[in-house]
């Protein structure tokens, strides 16, 4: 079960520097379009006070070509980090899969605690005796002799239903 905890403890570990992981690319994206709307700005502002004698044609150009190239970057940047997170995943999923098995074997070699039956004395103490017959059964013998199968169970501290050709059994009955 130790071995389970631990385990479990380094799942998290996994999980928690995952999520720094995760949280340092979202920082680096958010950084990357800080610095692309910068970009934009500065090359709308030259466009609008453009006096050297580019068309601007020629600035739109220029911009929707820079454009494209910060997108293709993202694209780059998203697809390592998807990448990157995919990879973590799968190791995070190997190891959970390796401690549920610990623990289902760990579960599994756990001895069986056996049935502890408890016996009342909440029964008539008056009766007869019985001699079971083959094909009888405790709750055949209750009904044909005006007893219960709890009492009969009682009486005769049987941790089941099962008895025997010839056993002898004690049957309380109601005065």
Partial sequence: MN???????NLRSDVDRLDQ?????RLEVEALRRENREMQDGVKKSLEGNSDGVSSVELNAILKDFERKIQSVNQASRQSLINE???EIE???AQTQKAINAVAKAVEGQP???KVVVFSENYPQTGTSYTVKSGDSLA???RVLGSTVDWIRNANRLSSDVIHPGQELFIPLKN
């Fill in 91 to 93: 190791t995070l999923t």
């Fill in 112 to 114: 069986a605690l056996p």
């Fill in 21 to 25: 992981v995760v949280r340092s690319l």
């Fill in 140 to 142: 055949q013998i209750a």
């Fill in 3 to 9: 071995s389970a905890n631990v385990q479990l403890a």
């Fill in 85 to 87: 997170v995919s990879k």
